[in-house]
């Protein structure tokens, strides 16, 4: 994930800026629950899926510094240890197109919390999205299933580094991935999972009290991979 542009690090200092990147792999662990609410004939069901990730990486800093001759100095500020918490919850609707093609529309929230160990640059962001998509499975034989998916997000509450760049108004992103399932004892699966995620929300007009005080926007693209064991019943 990255933070775009460079923001001034403080409102008396707009020579100074600083930029951050999230570029070491996360590491940690995932956990999903999909169940069907309610069948709907003999093709067709209305279902649910929970799912809540954490996970922990390396966010480094560097900061530039405009010279009296035109030219920047850039220094390396060092990385920080950082964690971000996950938790997804969907409703769906299940269509069964054949035998081996199931179809799935879906819709709901998530909740996307990144913290950064504490500094006086940036601590963080917090978002509160709504999600919707369609997303399809198709059975490559009586062992492995393929699933692929894609959506998109409305950024309904976005909070960065404790209100720092001020208020954010509705703005969209998208998500897509892939999942491949198949069993690898009797009613035990493994699951590879892929997801990608887009958010770019904007920060039109800082608070009066906001640290930063010109217009901001911030680019998060999300890559998470997975290994995924799970039981049916």
Known sequence: MTLQPSVPVAADDPDSTFSLSHASSFWGGTGVMDFILKTLGESSALGMRVRGSYGTFQTGFTEAQSQDD????VDDLGSLSSNILEIVGDLYYLQQISPSLLIDIYAGAEMIRLTIAENTKYTGNEYLNGRFGIGGAYRVDTEFQLRVHAGALAVFSADNSGGAFGSSPLSWGAEAGAQLSF????????????????????FPTPAPQARVNVATESLEVMHT?????????
């Open 70 to 73: 035109g030219t920047s100095q």
């Open 183 to 202: 069993e690898l004892f009797d009613g035990v699966q493994a699951i590879l999972d892929y997801t990608f995620r887009f958010l770019q929300p904007t």
């Open 225 to 233: 991979g997975g290994v995924l064991l799970g039981l049916t019943f």
